[in-house]
């Protein structure tokens, strides 16, 4: 089942729920394996109630598995409740996603303070089983380096608050590319007129080298005719004749004679 269906069928068992099986309900959904959204929970009326009771914790933990990371957790354990060893694997999965999202390079120093891991093995472990085979990023190991490089990330759920700022985001983003759109469709024109002018030139260059041609053969039919030449030669014979009819002029001599002798 994948994380789709998993929250889907959260959804439809808390809509019959409220207070303490609610909370369990959160409890089992925090944990769950491959379960790494949450906001459509959240967004739950009867989920939101939560907060007004005896049971906000379960909302706070709820909110803390859709917005936040294990350092989170640790500074207000006590807002949230002991977590279970599941729990408390999938908060360092979704911290490591959310790492991810900002920084390209991660350093292992890093990631151990984040992520309350003490060995490299360990954190290499998490890394690759949970967190690449998982989905939640792509990436490459550096073990001499010592860092993880990011290739790509799980985008985690939004707080409200911060949609705003997404949306500017967005907007900035989206100006951007058409900037970039409007410089490619003005270099395109560019290209197609220049392209245009080209072919106009080329065409103007053929019809002059055609009409040179239908010249030459004017005027060396008329130069075969005058000294009685057979007019059946292909075009290179005339050429050869212009050629031999214009340097003789050039040398002060009279034309010279064609005439095959038979």
Same mark, same amino acid.
């Given at each position: ?24 309900? =959160?409890?089992? *959904? ?5 379960? +790494? #959204? +949450? ?25 803390? +598995? ?8 640790? @500074? ?29 390079? /991660? ?11 003490? #060995? ?6 998490? /890394? ?48 951007? *590319? ?5 410089? =490619? ?18 065409? @103007?260059?053929? *019809? ?21 030449? @057979? ?13 031999? +009819? ?11 004679? #064609?005439?095959?002798?038979?």
């Amino acid at each position: 089942m994948n994380s789709n269906d998993k929250i889907e069928q959260y959804l439809l068992l808390a809509k019959g729920l409220r207070g303490l099986a609610l909370g369990d309900l =959160i409890t089992k *959904a925090t944990a769950e394996p491959g379960l +790494f #959204t +949450f906001g459509e929970l959240l967004m739950l009326p009867q989920v939101q109630q939560l907060g007004d009771g005896e049971h906000a914790a379960a909302l706070s933990l709820l909110q803390l +598995f859709a917005y936040g990371t294990l350092a989170d957790y640790q @500074a207000s354990s006590s807002k949230y409740g002991s977590l279970s060893d599941p729990q408390k694997r999938k908060l360092q999965i979704l911290t490591v996603a959310s790492l991810a999202v900002s920084r390209r390079t /991660l350093p292992y120093a890093d990631l151990q303070r984040e992520l309350g891991i003490d #060995t490299v093995r360990q954190l290499e472990d998490l /890394l690759i089983t949970d967190c690449i085979y998982g989905g939640v990023v792509r990436g490459r190991l550096d073990q001499r380096a010592r860092c993880f490089h990011v290739e790509d990330a799980m985008m985690r759920d939004v707080q409200p608050e911060n949609l705003n700022t997404i949306v500017l985001s967005l907007s900035d983003w989206l100006s951007n *590319a058409r900037r970039v759109l409007n410089g =490619i469709d003005a270099q395109l024109e560019t290209v197609v007129a220049s392209t245009a002018a080209i072919e106009k030139h080329r065409a @103007a260059l053929d *019809a002059a080298v055609e009409l040179g041609r239908v010249d030459m053969r004017s005027i060396i039919e008329n130069r075969a005719a005058q000294e009685g030449t @057979a007019m059946a030669m292909d075009e290179g014979d005339m050429v050869s004749m212009l050629q031999g +009819f214009t340097e003789g002029e050039g040398r002060g001599a009279g034309p010279r004679n #064609t005439k095959r002798r038979r």
